[in-house]
């Protein structure tokens, strides 16, 4: 049973990596009023928001917080998700020695807080840079880690 738990919880996270990656931008007229609403109570007086669909009835909001953070909700009819981009400059060291440690070499695309059901992990896109000037990554991994920094773990993407 917990095997199946975990493979599921698995399954879900692989889904959310095309979180940043995917999806057709949108204007907020073609997104569910419902999802406009929701987002405007839960984030408050946002003058720039960059809407995308990304499947159907799944929609991202991407915006800067008050506080400056780049900040994103995932919206659908299951529920929404919540993700707090880190800065580079404050990415926890529990986190970026585990990831040398286990992928050495590798380096850190994005690494977000994310709030799902009130459970809040850290999620770190990791890979390979492919040249020195092109913005194209390989060997892209999925890892997951507790709050803590413990690694939980890993989808190969």
Known sequence: MKKILILAVSVLLCQ???????????????????????????????????????????????????SGTRTAYRFSNKGTETRWY????????????????????????????????????????VGHRKGLFKKKWKNMRLMNFETDGKFIDENEL
Request: glycine fraction near 4%.
């Open 16 to 66: 959310t990596v095309l979180f940043a990656q995917s999806g057709k931008s949108v204007s907020d007229n073609d997104v569910p009023e419902r999802f406009v609403k929701d987002f405007h109570r839960m984030a408050g007086d946002v003058s720039k928001v960059d809407w995308y669909c990304v499947d159907t009835l799944v929609y991202d909001a991407f915006f800067v917080n008050e």
């Open 86 to 125: 880190i800065d580079e400059d404050n990415y926890p060291h529990l986190i970026k020695n585990k990831i040398q440690e286990m992928h050495s070499g590798s380096k850190i695309k994005e690494l977000y807080a994310l709030s799902v059901k009130n459970k809040v992990t850290y999620q770190a896109l």
